[in-house]
């Protein structure tokens, strides 16, 4: 089945690319959660307005994504959440809150979908992050989660 990409999946592709995957993958994983759209002969349009919105959000080259990887590994993240008294969250830190928590700390604005959390962060401590900045430019970032 052919399918427009509207998110970036890792080992398909990124947002606009036209890509033919398996019928199962796209109508059972990729159209529901959003990461995709059907491809029609009138998708080309829409192909073009996800490659601007996209041109406008991304690092362009690889030498803006090292200064930004730069900034990144010098922020000191620290993100304050509610916490049981055993050191458990209540819910876990999302890609959402460790983007806005970068940002407060002084680093530069990262898109919350660039974040890539190995595994769920449910409890206080240090823990890593990945932002992947470019296909070939991934940030490693610690960040200190403390109760509020």
């Known amino acids: 089945m052919k ?16 890509v033919d995957v398996k019928d199962g993958y796209a109508r059972n994983y990729l159209v529901p ?8 002969k009138g998708g080309e349009q829409d192909v073009a307005q ?12 690889i030498e803006q994504a090292n200064e930004v990887k730069g900034k990144l590994e010098g922020t000191k993240v620290r993100l304050s959440t509610r916490a049981g008294d055993a050191g458990r969250l209540f ?4 890609p959402a809150d460790i983007a806005s928590a970068i940002e407060a700390s002084g680093g530069p604005k990262v898109d919350k979908r660039r974040v890539e959390v190995g595994s769920p962060i449910k ?24 109760a509020a």
């Open 3 to 18: 399918i427009i990409l509207t998110h970036e999946v890792s080992g398909l592709g990124t947002a606009g690319d036209v």
């Open 33 to 40: 959660r959003g990461f995709a759209i059907r491809w029609t």
């Open 50 to 61: 996800i490659r601007r919105g996209r041109k406008i959000r991304e690092i362009a080259t």
């Open 91 to 94: 819910g876990s830190v999302t």
């Open 123 to 146: 409890t206080l401590g240090s823990h890593q992050v990945s932002v992947r900045l470019h296909a070939e430019v991934v940030a490693k970032l610690g960040i200190e989660v403390v």
